[in-house]
Protein backbone atom coordinates (compact mmCIF):
# COMPACT_ATOMS: atom_id res chain seq x y z
CA UNK A 1 0.00 0.00 0.00
CA UNK A 2 2.95 2.25 0.07
CA UNK A 3 1.63 3.69 -3.75
CA UNK A 4 -1.62 4.24 -2.37
CA UNK A 5 -3.18 1.31 -4.10
CA UNK A 6 -6.40 0.19 -1.86
CA UNK A 7 -8.11 -3.58 -2.21
CA UNK A 8 -11.52 -2.57 -2.95
CA UNK A 9 -13.33 -6.06 -3.85
CA UNK A 10 -12.27 -9.78 -3.32
CA UNK A 11 -12.82 -11.67 -6.29
CA UNK A 12 -13.39 -15.42 -5.72
CA UNK A 13 -11.63 -18.02 -8.25
CA UNK A 14 -11.40 -14.92 -10.49
CA UNK A 15 -9.29 -16.70 -13.17
CA UNK A 16 -11.31 -20.44 -12.01
CA UNK A 17 -9.58 -23.85 -11.15
CA UNK A 18 -5.84 -23.02 -12.38
CA UNK A 19 -3.94 -26.52 -13.04
CA UNK A 20 -0.02 -25.76 -13.39
CA UNK A 21 2.55 -26.41 -11.01
CA UNK A 22 2.44 -23.70 -8.60
CA UNK A 23 -1.51 -23.53 -8.17
CA UNK A 24 -2.53 -27.54 -8.25
CA UNK A 25 -5.81 -26.33 -9.43
CA UNK A 26 -6.62 -24.61 -6.33
CA UNK A 27 -9.02 -21.34 -7.50
CA UNK A 28 -7.61 -18.09 -8.30
CA UNK A 29 -8.82 -15.51 -5.53
CA UNK A 30 -8.21 -12.28 -6.37
CA UNK A 31 -8.29 -8.66 -4.87
CA UNK A 32 -9.58 -5.68 -7.07
CA UNK A 33 -7.57 -2.66 -6.28
CA UNK A 34 -7.91 1.08 -6.86
CA UNK A 35 -5.73 4.03 -6.72
CA UNK A 36 -6.53 7.47 -6.59
CA UNK A 37 -3.71 8.83 -8.23
CA UNK A 38 -5.16 12.64 -6.92
CA UNK A 39 -5.86 11.26 -3.36
CA UNK A 40 -3.03 12.34 -0.68
CA UNK A 41 -1.20 9.64 0.29
CA UNK A 42 -2.29 8.17 3.79
CA UNK A 43 -0.05 7.17 6.89
CA UNK A 44 2.12 3.89 6.24
CA UNK A 45 2.17 2.85 9.56
CA UNK A 46 -0.26 3.25 12.39
CA UNK A 47 -1.16 2.63 15.85
CA UNK A 48 -3.64 -0.17 16.61
CA UNK A 49 -6.42 0.57 19.05
CA UNK A 50 -6.68 -1.40 22.03
CA UNK A 51 -9.96 -3.20 21.07
CA UNK A 52 -8.94 -4.52 17.62
CA UNK A 53 -10.13 -7.73 16.46
CA UNK A 54 -8.11 -10.90 14.56
CA UNK A 55 -10.75 -11.73 11.80
CA UNK A 56 -8.41 -14.50 11.40
CA UNK A 57 -5.08 -14.83 12.88
CA UNK A 58 -2.06 -17.15 12.06
CA UNK A 59 -1.86 -19.85 14.85
CA UNK A 60 1.68 -22.04 13.96
CA UNK A 61 1.30 -21.50 10.51
CA UNK A 62 -3.12 -22.61 10.64
CA UNK A 63 -5.26 -19.78 9.87
CA UNK A 64 -7.87 -19.60 12.41
CA UNK A 65 -11.13 -17.81 11.96
CA UNK A 66 -12.43 -15.66 15.14
CA UNK A 67 -15.48 -13.90 15.44
CA UNK A 68 -15.25 -9.82 14.43
CA UNK A 69 -16.96 -7.26 16.92
CA UNK A 70 -14.41 -4.30 16.81
CA UNK A 71 -14.47 -1.80 14.18
CA UNK A 72 -10.58 -2.59 13.33
CA UNK A 73 -10.09 -5.92 12.28
CA UNK A 74 -7.11 -7.79 11.17
CA UNK A 75 -6.59 -10.20 8.47
CA UNK A 76 -3.45 -12.44 9.05
CA UNK A 77 -2.13 -14.19 6.13
CA UNK A 78 0.37 -16.56 5.45
CA UNK A 79 4.05 -16.48 5.94
CA UNK A 80 4.90 -18.32 2.28
CA UNK A 81 1.85 -19.44 0.57
CA UNK A 82 3.92 -20.31 -2.61
CA UNK A 83 5.90 -22.66 -0.63
CA UNK A 84 2.55 -23.79 1.36
CA UNK A 85 1.41 -24.37 -2.00
CA UNK A 86 4.25 -27.10 -3.13
CA UNK A 87 4.46 -28.43 0.65
CA UNK A 88 0.81 -28.55 1.86
CA UNK A 89 -1.51 -27.69 -1.05
CA UNK A 90 -4.59 -28.63 2.02
CA UNK A 91 -3.00 -25.66 4.28
CA UNK A 92 -3.19 -23.39 1.71
CA UNK A 93 -6.36 -24.22 0.72
CA UNK A 94 -7.47 -23.28 4.25
CA UNK A 95 -5.95 -19.79 4.14
CA UNK A 96 -7.25 -18.86 1.02
CA UNK A 97 -11.07 -19.65 2.36
CA UNK A 98 -10.17 -18.18 5.43
CA UNK A 99 -9.05 -15.01 3.90
CA UNK A 100 -11.73 -15.72 1.10
CA UNK A 101 -14.66 -15.85 3.99
CA UNK A 102 -12.91 -12.82 6.17
CA UNK A 103 -11.86 -10.33 3.79
CA UNK A 104 -14.17 -11.29 1.22
CA UNK A 105 -17.29 -10.74 3.47
CA UNK A 106 -16.28 -7.60 4.99
CA UNK A 107 -15.29 -5.88 1.72
CA UNK A 108 -18.92 -7.21 0.84
CA UNK A 109 -19.73 -5.40 3.49
CA UNK A 110 -18.33 -1.92 3.33
CA UNK A 111 -15.39 -2.41 5.11
CA UNK A 112 -12.15 -0.37 4.16
CA UNK A 113 -8.46 -1.03 3.65
CA UNK A 114 -6.43 1.23 5.51
CA UNK A 115 -2.99 -0.63 5.49
CA UNK A 116 -1.03 -3.11 6.36
CA UNK A 117 0.41 -4.29 10.23
CA UNK A 118 4.04 -5.49 10.31
CA UNK A 119 3.79 -6.35 6.69
CA UNK A 120 1.54 -9.48 7.33
CA UNK A 121 -1.87 -8.72 8.41
CA UNK A 122 -4.91 -6.40 6.70
CA UNK A 123 -5.97 -4.00 8.71
CA UNK A 124 -9.77 -3.37 7.57
CA UNK A 125 -11.99 -0.28 9.27
CA UNK A 126 -15.80 -1.35 9.27
CA UNK A 127 -18.38 0.93 8.70
CA UNK A 128 -21.04 1.91 11.06
CA UNK A 129 -23.92 -0.30 10.90
Known amino acids: MKLGARPEEYLQSFFGAMD ?3 NGGDESDRVL ?7 PA ?3 TFDLPAD ?3 GVRNVDG ?5 PIDAHTVLIDLPDDIE ?4 TDPGGARDWRLA ?6 GLLADGARVAGFHDRRSYVLHRTAA
Open 20 to 22: DAI
Open 99 to 104: VRHTLG
Open 42 to 44: GPY
Open 52 to 54: VAH
Open 83 to 86: SLRR
Open 33 to 39: TAWDLTA
Open 62 to 66: RPVIA
